[in-house]
């Protein structure tokens, strides 16, 4: 598993694929054979830059969703349940729903959508995930 120099108390994974967290807590936590994921952006782990349009937003999340689940030994696969946050949900529902049938129409995990006012950064999206721990599909 790849972590920061020092990784969280408690089960708690910090990807070092993923952007930093943005407050005191971290990318997932571990209870049981389950993974809990904070909320995820699209910002790049780097250069910080957050993509433009709610399709190239939508590609970076599932990629830093991706990046943290494996780092903690998950995959996209073990995925269970989403929670997505969409600040404009009239107008990106349908192209954010596009392309998270790229990635996860074959999985099928549960999925909640909800419009809210802002996120913390000026992104249009934030992923909230649970998973399975395990690689093995």
């Known amino acids: 598993m790849r972590v920061d120099s020092t990784p969280p108390k408690n089960g708690g994974v910090v990807s070092s694929r993923a952007p930093r967290p943005l407050g005191p807590y971290p990318h997932a936590r571990r209870v049981g054979s389950l993974l809990f994921l904070s909320g995820i952006g699209p910002r790049h782990r780097v250069t910080e830059e957050i993509p433009s349009g709610i399709e190239a937003q939508t590609r970076a999340c599932i990629e830093n969703v991706r990046a943290i689940l ?43 959508t909800v419009g809210v006012v802002a996120l913390p950064v000026p992104i249009s999206i934030e992923l909230k995930v649970i998973a399975e721990l395990g690689s093995g599909l």
């Open 70 to 112: 494996e780092d903690a030994g998950s995959a996209l696969e073990k995925v269970v349940d989403v929670t997505v946050f969409l600040t404009d949900i009239e107008r990106d529902f349908a192209a954010f729903n596009r392309v998270y049938g790229e990635f996860f129409g074959e999985i099928r995990p549960t999925r909640t």
